[in-house]
């Protein structure tokens, strides 16, 4: 399910187009603290979108089903020097345009695994890696997966058995004592 909701994401952050119809967004990866080695790290293109899925808590259902609610931080990074951007507000209509590409968007297949609505549930802002700025998105969804679904269920046959009981005879006594009358 992390690859489906991961490919969902990427699709559509990739879908977000400006006035010249190219992507706004110039690079989507899986979040690994790329900021924190920005310089040993391996360079990206800004803005760029990492992925960061949180701990997921599986509540188990019958047949190989599981379902929980998931929380992905999107990594929203930015260079923050002049002339990147006409002010140092702007950021937040990239910000906005996300918001607009990722609310609402669903999964569902042919095998019952889905994710419900994403609903963005919290924004914070952390400017601390010099030139470079993380606005953090986090959205939350239920999901249901049934990768694990048994979809074929095994019915034992039983054995040819054969089973004979012989009965021996119940032999009663009866009580032939002669009937005396008074």
């Known amino acids: 399910m992390r690859k489906i909701i991961y490919q969902t994401i990427s699709n559509a952050l990739l879908a977000i187009l400006d006035e010249n119809q190219q992507p706004i967004i110039s690079h989507v990866d899986l979040f690994n603290n790329q900021l924190l080695y920005a310089e040993e790290e ?3 293109n800004t803005p760029a979108v990492f992925i960061e899925f949180r701990d997921i808590v599986w509540n188990v259902l019958p047949r190989g089903r599981r379902e929980a609610v ?4 999107l990594h ?3 260079d923050s020097r002049l002339g990147n951007w006409s002010d140092a507000v702007e950021v937040f209509d990239l910000l906005d345009q996300i918001n607009a590409a990722i609310h609402g968007l669903k ?3 042919e095998n019952g695994s889905a994710m419900d609505a994403l609903t963005c549930v ?4 952390d400017s601390s890696f010099d030139e470079l700025q993380d606005n953090i998105e986090t959205y939350s969804t ?3 997966d049934t990768s ?4 074929h269920t095994l019915t034992a046959t039983p054995p040819d058995i054969e ?3 012989s009965v021996a005879p119940i032999e009663t006594e009866t009580d032939e004592s002669p009937i005396v009358q008074e």
């Open 76 to 78: 929203v990074v930015t």
């Open 142 to 144: 239920h999901i249901t």
């Open 122 to 125: 919290a924004s914070s802002t």
């Open 163 to 165: 089973i004979t009981a």
């Open 148 to 151: 694990a679904l048994r979809r």
């Open 42 to 44: 391996q360079p990206f």
């Open 70 to 73: 998931v929380t992905v931080n």
């Open 107 to 109: 999964y569902t297949d």
